[in-house]
């Protein structure tokens, strides 16, 4: 079956530097990526990984390891506005997106 | 660029009504369009996939003929609960994908609540 694993809930402090895991189990790979949905908001894009390697953006940055089936989202300079849910979500072999359960963030001043 | 649109955002009907709501990509053609449907605390469930003049595939488990989903055009997808139950108040959140790396955009969600 397919499967992703992310961790239920992390807390971090504002300022600091936190990395979200994600493992994956899919039926083909065409790329991974990371969402960033705030509670009662639709899920907003923050990167996508189809290659190995880190992909930065600003303050936050992506790393995928496709023979290790895992990727992180890493979160620098936290800010209480990235208290919100991050989902991994894996493209499998027929384009159809998997998604992960999510990772709660909470930030803490 | 990118953007999708839902309407409404939010609707609470009575029990045995039916509910539809649209999605609409405003400025990009979308390959195919998603229905996904969120409880609380929970992840994205995918309800189902629908190109532009074809039927929709759906997951599953989702009951086609109570989630009825029209792709009329490359800009627009319906979703029509009918026969609306308590049991199908939830987050409906619909998605299209442009086709270059098949990302999806998400529209802001509609926040059904049936009584």
């Known amino acids: 079956g397919q499967n992703i694993d992310q961790p239920t809930e992390m807390t971090a402090t504002e300022g600091a530097i936190v990395q979200i895991n994600c493992t994956y189990q899919?039926?083909?790979?065409?790329?991974l990526f990371w969402y960033q949905q705030h509670a009662g908001e639709a899920p907003t894009f923050l990167s996508y990984?189809?290659l190995d390697g880190l992909e930065e953006k600003g303050r936050f940055s992506s790393f995928l390891s496709r023979s290790k089936g895992y990727s992180y989202l890493l979160l620098k300079e936290l800010q209480m506005k990235d208290s919100a849910s991050y989902l991994c979500?894996?493209?499998?072999?027929?384009?159809?997106?998997?998604w992960g359960a999510g990772t709660k963030l909470i930030i803490k001043p | 660029g990118a953007v999708v649109s839902q309407h409404p955002s939010r609707v609470i009907c009575k029990s045995g009504t039916s509910v539809k709501i649209e999605c609409r990509s405003l400025?990009?053609?979308?390959?195919?369009m998603f229905w996904y449907r969120q409880f609380p605390k929970k992840s994205l469930m995918l309800m189902a996939t629908?190109?532009?003049?074809?039927?929709?595939?759906?997951e599953q488990g989702v009951e086609k003929d109570k989630f009825l989903i029209n792709h009329a055009s490359l800009t627009l997808s319906t979703l029509t609960v009918t026969s609306a139950h308590p049991e199908d108040s939830s987050f409906y959140i619909c998605?299209?994908?442009?086709?270059?790396?098949?990302?999806?955009?998400f529209g802001p969600g509609t926040r059904l609540t049936v009584l």
């Open positions: 990984n189809v």
């Open positions: 629908s190109n532009e003049g074809s039927k929709a595939t759906y």
């Open positions: 979500a894996v493209l499998d072999s027929n384009y159809q997106l998997i």
């Open positions: 998605s299209a994908a442009r086709g270059d790396n098949n990302e999806q955009f």
């Open positions: 899919t039926s083909g790979f065409n790329g």
């Open positions: 400025d990009f053609q979308a390959t195919t």
